[in-house]
């Protein structure tokens, strides 16, 4: 049989697009597929993983168990994913790489959203701390056990690279946090595995990368807006003096007077992507005309982002984003929830990491004994791994005298 590939690569993709023909490949060598690119591959694996399917019960901002209605990490993946192949088809990058990137830019996150990161942070901070996006990394080339040949998910250069590099460089002059950070500084998930697999961690990443981190903003931001509003934690008139939010939602109500409440939020939120997206698309057109970069390569390599809002954009967007976390994500209803999930997380690291032998045993066997440096991290990745339900479920079970083991 002739493994010539059957799929057509798109002939409208930019001298600066990632090719999937052109992919620095995998880690572990693999016979690619005839149907389907390395990117589409990629996608798939994601797809296909348990750590993906467990965001569907992984909170976003609220407790899965709040309402039915809310995003979660899963719909939130899916919608980064739906702007982020929009932005680049238009741009003429690689979808299938952005849109891989855009479902695997979450899977490291802990349950209770940022306060369970934040309460493994804490419990860890002597052993290296935690980071979700090292998680991320972790699971996709290690955690996951799928395949008989190699741990993890084996996925191509360019979407490793864009995963653990979602935020920007993370080390040298360039990095993003703490501008000359080394190698040395960084989360251990991530030092072993560029020690094998060297992922330029001083560049920024490549273009199709840029557009699912930016996809990322424009999504959670907006999805914010919608869920703030439907669960009551601000009002459409508590948002008019914030600079772009308050004039589309003004203009919706000239245009739409008799619309519900309901639909009033929708179509301004759905203005408000439509906006930034736009916004996006022009500015990056600019920097491309300004660089005018030649590959994949030359756009890791210029120094700056090449996809990115406007500087008025990115003033919107700053302001935006103060507003939700005085109204949102400091809400008091919001930090009842996190409280709780703070303890949840703390409370069963605390017991699993005094008692391994409360672990499931495939955990026990990786340990090193109670309170080990190898057995924090084994709890760690155990409690990471967890949605909101299981987290809650095992805490009942562990603490509550009452509830069968």
Sequence with gaps: MTSTPLFI?????????????QSRGRLHSERESRTRSAFQRDRDRIIHSEAFRRLQYKTQVFVYHVGENYRTRLTH???????????????????????????????????FGHAGEDALQEVLAQGGGFDHN?????IVTKLEQRYPKFDGLNLTWETLEGLVKHNGPLIGPLAVKKPGRALSDLPGAITEYVARHDLELGTFAGPEAQVAALSDDIAYNNHDIDDG????????????DVPL???VFQQVARDFPGASHSVTIHEAVRDLIGVMVEDLIKQTRANIAQYRPDS????????VPLVSFSDEMRRNDKALKAFLFQNMYRHYSVNRMTSKGRRVVKDLFALFHAEPECLPPDRQVLCDGKG????????????ASMTDRL???????LFDMQEKP
């Design 134 to 138: 090292a998680q991320s990394l972790k």
């Design 245 to 247: 939010v308050g004039p």
């Design 372 to 383: 080990g440096v190898k057995t924090s991290r084994v709890v760690a990745d155990y409690i």
């Design 77 to 111: 993946s899916l919608e980064v994913a739906q702007i982020a192949r929009s932005i680049a088809r238009v741009l003429g990058l690689d979808e299938d790489l952005a849109e891989a990137l855009a479902l695997a830019h979450d899977l490291g996150h802990t349950p």
């Design 9 to 21: 690569r798109p002939d409208t993709l930019e001298l600066f697009a990632s090719r999937p023909e």
């Design 229 to 240: 509003l439907r669960a009551g934690l601000f009002t459409i008139d508590d948002l008019k």
């Design 296 to 303: 994949a390569q030359a756009v890791r390599q210029l120094g």
């Design 391 to 397: 987290a809650l479920d095992e805490h009942r079970r």
